[in-house]
Each structure stands twice: as C-alpha cells, then as structure tokens.
T-cell receptor, first 112, second 112 residues
C-alpha cells in the first residue's frame, strides 16, 4: 500500500489551461503539504493543512488553490497555467510537530 | 527567518570512498535537524534526524551530529556505494510552524 499517493504522475498541458493534482495519504496523519520542486531541485513549501484547516499559505499566486475535503486528502488546482509553473509538485504528510514528512512520488507538470 | 545552506554539488566519488556533505543552518531557538534523500524519480525519504545539540542521527551507515556551536549538521558515510547515488537535502524544523525549511540539495554520484 502506498502511504502517500499522488495522481497524475505526469501532466503535459498548454499555457492557459486549468489542471488539478490529487493527493491521498493512508497514514492517519493530521497534516498535509504541497511542495514545489524546480528544475534545480530546490524545494519550496506552498501550502499546509492541519485537520482540513489551512495553516500555511506561502507567497503563491492565487491561481493555485488547495482543497482538503478531509484530512486524508489534499488536492491542488491550478488555473491559467503559465510556463513558470512547470515543476515537480510533491504532496507530503506528517503527524504532529516531528518534522518527519512522508512524501508522495511527485507529479511532474510541463506547461508548453 | 530560518535558512539552511548546503554545499553545492554534484559530489562525485568512487565506491567505498568517504563522504561528507556540509550543512549549516540559521534559526531562532532550538530546531530539529534532518537529512532527507531523494532517489531518481522518487519522492524524498527521511534518512536521519537529531532533535537536540550533540545528538547523533544515524541510518544505513550515514551519520550526522547536531553541532549547536557551529550551527552545523554535516552528513557522513564511511564507505559509499553506487546505490547511494541520490540527492541529499538538509532540513530544519523550528516546531513553531509545520513546514520544514530545506536546503538546496546536494547531488551525490558514486561511480563503480
């Protein structure tokens, strides 16, 4: 069983389109995250939810909208895609303040 | 704010060589420190951690010691294998917010 699963694994789309990435964790964790990894492997936190409540919202364009229907799921919707949105997006989860994150395999988004 | 600085890669070593990847941090208070590893095409995995000064984290032959006086958490391994080829990320958690601060990552390439 995959602990943190993301779909789709690959996304190729045109500028201006809207796309969503889904994430599910079966670890029973109370906190979920979205990270963006650029081509140089730099990781940046985008959002964090704790028990469905948004607790971290970094400086991210409002074209990006996270949604957490329950504490096991955190989805990311992106409107009006731009070239600079091309990256690998990682979902992660954790329990408590341990800093021990469990990551999904990533969703590679390519905007043409 | 918090920050983590890692040595730039790639680090290229022959099998059985000694590995050091430097990591220094800036944080208020007493953060917890982590090393994560990302194998090709995968998400990040926790490699080891240390939660207080002078703690040594270890796993799979890798070690790192939390040095408060030098604000460092260098990763070491006595004898690397080809299978250790990956990107290594140093990270810190200040416990005050549920998001890790990551360094920029260091790619390790081990040649047979």
């Amino acid at each position: 069983d995959t602990a943190v699963s993301q779909t789709p694994k690959y996304l190729v789309t045109q500028m201006g389109n809207d796309k969503s990435i889904k994430c599910e964790q079966n670890l029973g964790h109370d906190t979920m995250y979205w990270y963006k990894q650029d081509s140089k492997k730099f990781l940046k936190i985008m959002f964090s939810y704790n028990n469905k409540e948004l607790i971290i919202n970094e400086t991210v364009p409002n074209r990006f909208s996270p949604k957490s229907p329950d504490k096991a799921h955190l989805n990311l919707h992106i409107n009006s895609l731009e070239l600079g949105d091309s990256a690998v997006y990682f979902c992660a989860s954790s329990q408590g303040h341990t800093g021990e994150l469990f990551f999904g395999e990533g969703s590679r988004l390519t905007v043409l | 704010g918090n920050s983590v600085t890692q040595m730039e890669g790639p680090v290229t070593l022959s099998e059985e060589a000694f590995l050091t990847i430097n990591c220094t941090y800036t944080a208020t208070g007493y953060p917890s420190l982590f090393w994560y590893v990302q194998y090709p095409g995968e998400g990040l995995q926790l490699l080891l951690k240390a939660t207080k000064a002078d703690d040594k984290g270890s796993n799979k032959g890798f070690e790192a010691t939390y040095r408060k006086e030098t604000t460092s958490f260098h990763l070491e391994k006595g004898s690397v294998q080809v299978s250790d080829s990956a990107v290594y990320f140093c990270a810190l958690s200040d416990g005050g917010r549920r998001a890790l601060t990551f360094g920029s990552g260091t790619r390790l390439q081990v040649q047979p």
